[in-house]
């Protein structure tokens, strides 16, 4: 029991509608704290250049004004990140569903958090075992030309179309990931995430029965290693898959234990549950 309970995230016992409006809470006292900052490094910037005929004074408080507006910036981000452990970790897309429309309800007039909650929202498709609204879903959308959230958005892409069995669209989006990573900086971090997400992604794609002794080194390493417990579940059914093509049912079978992998989005649960059908 108490290694399920160290599997749920601190938005575990609240509905969608609490976690929501706890965040839009927390975000409107920050903005207002940060407008409050604004006022008044803009009136003392004023008064530097216009009353102390401080050029530098003045100069300083642009500088401060821009580094509120990046600050807040990043305590936003930073804190709707810590939402995804509803997916991620506790695996709820229903409350994650629920808690993305009720931000972009509030965010419907910035395109941009409009765009990151409509691929959020297909991502939830996706694990509800609804591909074709998901790519339906993330049609049109993009980040920007070299936005790191692109990743995501063209490797959600990949998998919608690679289940329906869209080669072309899943080839379009396996090339824009690509040209993505060859875009960033040798050595950057924009280029190490976006490689590693498009080495595990073209791992995935090859077929089970074509993996060697180095690709199922690669994959138990992602197990080990996966950054979240929706992604190691993921890497761990891949294992398991190609366990029970190597004939070691033991293996896949251990693989397979429900008590390691709950909890589990719908789709995860189904890919369990279609290997666990295969099973002598």
């Known amino acids: 029991m108490s290694e399920l309970v160290s599997r749920c995230s601190e938005f575990a016992d609240k509905s969608a509608d609490e976690v929501a409006r706890a965040y839009l809470g927390w975000f409107r006292r920050v903005r207002a704290c940060c407008l409050v900052a604004v006022v008044v490094v803009g009136a003392a910037a004023i008064a530097g250049l216009f009353v102390l005929d401080n050029l530098a004074l003045y100069l300083l408080g642009l500088v401060a004004l821009v580094g509120i507006g990046i600050g807040f910036r990043v305590r936003v981000n930073r804190e709707f990140k810590t939402l995804v452990a509803i997916i991620n970790t506790d695996c709820d897309t229903e409350k994650w569903r629920g808690v993305i429309c009720r931000l972009r309800e509030h965010d419907v007039r910035r395109r941009r958090a409009r765009t990151l909650c409509d691929c959020y929202l297909a991502l939830a498709d996706l694990e509800e075992l609804r591909p074709a609204d998901a790519l339906g879903r993330m049609s049109g959308l993009s980040f920007g030309r070299r936005s790191v959230m692109n990743v995501m958005l063209y490797q959600n892409r990949v998998v919608c179309a690679n289940e329906l069995g869209d080669a072309e669209s899943r080839d379009a989006a396996l090339a824009a990931l690509r040209e993505l990573v060859a875009g960033y900086r040798a050595g950057s971090a924009k280029r190490e995430l976006a490689q590693r997400q498009l080495t595990g992604l073209e791992l995935?794609?090859?077929?089970?029965?074509?993996?060697?002794?180095?690709?199922?080194?690669?994959?138990?390493?992602?197990?080990?290693?996966?950054?979240?417990?929706?992604?190691?579940?993921?890497?761990?059914?891949?294992?398991?898959?190609?366990?029970?093509?190597?004939?070691?049912?033991?293996?896949?079978?251990?693989?397979?234990?429900?008590?390691?992998?709950?909890?589990?989005?719908?789709?995860?649960?189904?890919?369990?549950?279609?290997?666990?059908?295969?099973?002598?």
Request: charged share 40%; net charge negative; hydrophobic share 40%.
């Open 204 to 280: 995935s794609l090859k077929p089970r029965e074509a993996w060697d002794a180095e690709d199922e080194a690669r994959a138990r390493e992602r197990v080990e290693g996966a950054p979240s417990h929706r992604e190691r579940v993921s890497w761990t059914l891949l294992l398991a898959e190609r366990e029970l093509l190597g004939g070691r049912v033991d293996a896949a079978r251990g693989l397979l234990d429900e008590r390691d992998l709950v909890p589990m989005t719908p789709r995860a649960a189904a890919r369990r549950e279609a290997l666990l059908a295969q099973l002598p």
